[in-house]
């Protein structure tokens, strides 16, 4: 099959820079974040069982179509609010922990500031490139330049 002679790529958002965060601007954040997070972490719930759901029900069926659409509406719901977390300037890593990364600095680099919904507040860093798994205590962070 050949492919369509007048293909128009899709509008390219331009990318927007990172927000850089001090310990105290992130923690500051925090209530904010803490009621997108919670309603990410829900509506990424609720997609997941309507998209089982889905898969339950008979491909050619009335009620297929019905389902189809609550999980498109689910999913751009859970999309705005991704675009939400993203405008505070954090970066969600697991929908079912609920943890997020504030960009922060350490030692003149950029690290993680690393959050995760039920805590009070940061509690640990990591590096760019480590993950949850090298989170270090936020007692070693060392914000200077």
């Not at 009621?35 to 898969?55: P, S, W, Y």
């Not at 297929?64 to 405008?87: G, M, Y």
């Not at 504030?102 to 940061?122: M, N, P």
Request: hydrophobic share 35%; aromatic share 6%; proline share 6%.
């Amino acid at each position: 099959m050949a492919a369509p002679q007048f293909f128009t790529p899709p509008r390219v958002t331009p990318s927007r820079p990172k927000r850089r965060f001090t310990l105290e601007q992130a923690n500051r954040t925090l209530p904010l974040v803490k009621r997108i997070v919670t309603d990410i972490v829900q509506c990424h719930k609720a997609v997941t069982v309507q998209q089982e759901q889905l898969q339950q029900v008979s491909p050619n069926s009335k009620i297929r179509t019905e389902a189809e659409r609550a999980v498109e509406r689910s999913i751009e719901r859970l999309n705005q609010l991704l675009e939400e977390l993203s405008n505070v300037g954090c970066e969600m890593k697991d929908f079912q922990m609920g943890l997020t990364d504030f960009i922060g600095r350490h030692q003149g680099r950029d690290v993680c500031l690393c959050w995760k919904l039920g805590e009070a507040s940061i509690g640990y860093w990591h590096e760019m490139d480590a993950g949850f798994g090298g989170r270090q205590p936020i007692a070693t962070l060392d914000e200077r330049e």
